[in-house]
């Protein structure tokens, strides 16, 4: 249903709706971690990334998302979502989260402490987010037809850009300097 790869090209990530995530190791194509959200349940994944740094991962159900060490393979926080998941962006080390969801807002989550930083607000789903590296910059992209630009930590829009249907892809550069 969903899948990414890592920044550093070295890892592949495919979340199933059917059998939960699963990480692959592109030189040789073997299969490292099985990731589900439940023990003995596989997760609807919806929504899979990793973080600019390709040193975590973070799946996510409707309502539920959890965040992964690669090198581990383990668990680093489990967060509720109560907006239904949509697409996940993910700093350097995992620190911070961006999450777009159907409620038409987008979380911007300290991973550390699990606290929501702020909610950042669409007239449409929030289809697509991306976070800098140092998770001080975010774009998100809307069913609303917006593009907004955000100084995360002040929760404050910087620019928009009206396109007038769907925004389905947004991508940001390592510094934030740029947006497509």
Same mark, same amino acid.
């Given at each position: 249903y969903t899948g990414a790869v890592s920044p550093n090209g070295e890892y592949a990530l495919i979340g199933s709706i059917q059998h939960g995530g699963s990480l692959w190791r592109l030189s040789d194509g073997e299969r490292l971690y099985n990731w589900n959200h439940a023990s003995g349940q596989f997760s609807k994944l919806v929504a899979v990334t990793f973080s600019?740094?390709? @040193? =975590?991962?973070?799946?996510?159900?409707?309502? @539920? =998302?959890?965040?992964?060490?690669?090198?581990?393979g383990k668990s680093a926080g489990f967060w509720p979502a109560e907006g239904g998941v949509l697409a996940l962006a993910l700093a350097d080390n995992g620190r911070y989260a961006l999450i777009g969801q159907e409620d038409y807002t987008a979380l911007y989550i300290d991973t550390a402490t699990g606290a929501i930083l702020n909610k950042l607000n669409h007239s449409g789903d929030v289809n697509t987010v991306a976070i800098s590296a140092n998770g001080l910059v975010g774009v998100t992209g809307s069913e609303d037809g917006t593009v907004r630009v955000w100084d995360l930590p002040a929760g404050k829009e910087t620019f928009a850009y009206q396109l007038g249907d769907d925004v389905s892809a947004v991508t940001i550069s390592r510094d934030g300097s740029l947006v497509f």
């Open positions: 600019t740094d390709s @040193r =975590f991962a973070i799946t996510a159900e409707s309502k @539920r =998302f959890v965040l992964w060490d690669v090198q581990s």
